[in-house]
């Protein structure tokens, strides 16, 4: 894993970019986007509500790739609560697997849960080092 400081977004689409989520959704079916990079994607690619929120309605609250090079990363199951760790980890081995499986080389993760989730990075670092190699690198914006 490697530390970074910067723009997410200098890197798309070049690069695979991770946003962090929650599990909730509308009544309307539209995913709920909090701050942060999230709401920064919701903005740049409108679609991403419903996509989302269709994916969370079939599978549930996991790693999904939303469109062309943008990643889901669940860190809490609704916009109100706590980043839980133990969905921060989970969610570490499902990008892994699905890195694994597509064959992605550079994948771009803001800190997860850091940001208005309110945890430390000291705290969360060590969740995700069991699961990113070299290829993830974590941007602290």
């Keep these: 894993m490697i ?6 977004w200098e890197h798309y689409p070049s690069t695979i970019i991770v946003i962090t989520t929650n599990g909730s959704v509308t009544k309307k079916g539209k ?9 920064q994607a919701a903005e740049k690619f409108p679609d991403l509500a419903e996509k989302l929120g269709r994916l969370l309605q079939e599978r ?6 939303l469109v062309r090079g943008i990643v889901t990363f669940p860190v809490e199951e609704t916009p109100w609560s706590l980043p839980d760790p133990r969905l921060i980890s989970r969610s570490a081995h499902e990008l892994r697997a699905l ?4 064959g992605w080389q550079k994948i ?4 997860p849960g850091c940001g208005g989730g309110g945890l430390a990075w ?5 969740l ?4 990113f190699d070299g290829r993830f690198q974590v941007i602290c914006q």
């Excluded at 530390?3 to 997410?8: F, R, V």
């Excluded at 890195?99 to 597509?102: F, L, P």
């Excluded at 771009?108 to 800190?111: E, K, N, S, T």
């Design 31 to 39: 995913a709920i986007f909090g701050n942060g990079v999230a709401r």
């Design 122 to 126: 000291s705290d969360v670092k060590p």
């Design 60 to 65: 549930g609250n996991h790693v999904a790739e």
């Design 99 to 102: 890195a694994d499986y597509s």
């Design 128 to 131: 995700l080092e069991p699961w």
């Design 108 to 111: 771009i993760v803001p800190r």
């Design 3 to 8: 530390e970074l400081t910067g723009n997410i």
